[in-house]
C-alpha cells in the first residue's frame, strides 16, 4: 500500500517538472519573440527617423539651390538693365583689366550685390569683340589656337575640324572629320554639316577638349597648359570685330600682328576713332553669366545667356539654365 502511494508520488512529482520546464520553455520563447520584435520596432523607428532626416535635408538643399538659382535669375536682370540703359553702344570699351565698360565715367563697375539671404555676382563680356567661329577662315582660326598653347599642327587640324562642321558635307578639308569620323565613335553622333548654335558646342568638334575650350592649369599632371579659347571665339557675330572690346589675339588673327599694334596704342590713348578694315565701333551682343550663392556660400548656381540689344529691345538668342564651366 505504502509502495503505491510512493509511486503514484513520483509520478506527480514527474508531471510537475515536466509542467515547470513547458512553462519555462515558453516563457524564454516569448522573452526572444519580445526581443526581436523590439529590435524590429527600432530598425523601424530608426529607419523612419532617417527617411525624414534625409528628406529634410533633400527639401532644405532644394530650397536653398532655389534661393542660389533665385539669385542668379536677379544677377541676370540687373545685367540687362545695365545694357539696356546705354544709349550709345559706340562708347563701349573694356578697362585696364579686361572688364566691358559701358560709361566711361564708371570704370570699375560695381556687379555684385548682397539680396535678400545670398548674393549675385554677374560678368558681361562682348561677343562683337569675339571671332566668329562660322564665318572664321582656316588662318584665323588656327592662330586663336597657336596662341592659346597648341602646336601649328593641332592648332591646324582643329580648324579643319571646325569647318568641315560647319560647312557642307561635299567640302572636305584635309585633317578635318565627316560623319564617317563621328559614327565610329564610342558613343557616335552625327557630323552637324551647319553653322554653330553656342560655343559649347565646339566640344563635339574632333580634338576639341574642355582644357582647350576653357584653359587649364600647368601642373605636373597635366601634359599641356593652355590658357583657353572661349573668351576669344563667338557664335553671334560677324566678319567685322568691335576693335574697341575685342582681345589683342583676336585683333591680331583678323587683321594683322601690325594692325594690332595701332588699334592697341589708340586703345590706350582713348578710343579707336577711325575703323580698320575688318572693325566696327559698335556692339550688338553680349554674353551675361551671373552666379548666385545662399546665404552660407556653400550652394551657387549660374545662368548664362546671349542677349541681342536691339534699338527698342532686348532678345534672348542663347539661355543655360544650369551654366557649369
Keep these: 500500500m505504502m509502495s503505491k502511494r510512493f509511486s503514484q508520488k513520483r509520478y506527480k512529482v514527474g508531471y510537475n517538472g515536466r509542467d515547470a520546464l513547458l512553462r519555462d520553455k515558453s516563457g524564454a520563447v516569448a522573452l526572444i519573440l519580445v526581443i526581436w520584435i523590439m529590435i524590429i520596432l527600432v530598425a ?10 534625409t528628406e529634410i535635408l533633400i527639401t532644405q538643399n532644394f530650397k536653398e539651390e532655389e534661393e542660389a538659382y533665385q539669385l542668379a535669375l536677379a544677377g541676370f536682370e540687373y545685367a ?102 563621328y559614327r565610329d565613335l564610342d558613343e557616335p553622333y552625327s557630323c552637324k554639316d551647319g553653322p554653330f548654335d553656342s560655343i559649347e558646342e565646339l566640344l563635339l568638334v574632333k580634338g576639341m577638349t574642355k582644357e582647350i575650350l576653357y584653359g587649364s592649369v600647368d601642373d605636373e599632371e597635366e601634359e599641356k597648359a593652355y590658357s583657353g579659347v572661349v573668351d576669344s571665339l563667338t557664335v553671334n557675330g560677324s566678319l567685322e570685330i568691335n576693335v574697341n572690346t575685342a582681345p589683342r589675339v583676336v585683333i591680331e588673327a583678323v587683321m594683322g600682328i601690325a ?28 554674353t551675361i553669366i551671373s552666379k548666385g550663392t545662399n546665404a552660407d556660400g556653400n550652394i551657387k548656381r549660374s545662368v548664362k545667356a546671349v542677349v541681342h540689344k536691339k534699338p527698342d529691345k532686348m532678345e534672348i538668342v542663347y539661355w543655360n539654365d544650369n551654366f557649369i564651366r
Design 44 to 53: 523601424i523607428v530608426a529607419e523612419f527617423s532617417y527617411s525624414m532626416r
Design 259 to 286: 594692325a594690332a599694334d595701332n588699334v592697341i596704342l589708340q586703345r590706350e590713348a582713348g578710343f579707336v576713332s577711325e575703323i580698320p578694315g575688318n572693325g566696327k565701333l559698335i556692339s550688338e551682343f553680349f
Design 80 to 181: 540687362k538693365a545695365e545694357i539696356g540703359a546705354v544709349e550709345d553702344m559706340q562708347g563701349v570699351f573694356l578697362n585696364e583689366e579686361g572688364v566691358l565698360i559701358f560709361d566711361e565715367d564708371v570704370l570699375e563697375p560695381v556687379r555684385t550685390k548682397d539680396l535678400g539671404r545670398g548674393n549675385f555676382e554677374y560678368t558681361i563680356t562682348d561677343e562683337d569683340g569675339k571671332l566668329d567661329i562660322n564665318n572664321a577662315t582656316h588662318d584665323q582660326l588656327s592662330y586663336i589656337f597657336i596662341e592659346s598653347g597648341l602646336d601649328s599642327d593641332e592648332a591646324a587640324a582643329i580648324a579643319d575640324s571646325i569647318i568641315d562642321w560647319r560647312d557642307p558635307p561635299d567640302f572636305h578639308m584635309l585633317n578635318g572629320a565627316e560623319e564617317d569620323y
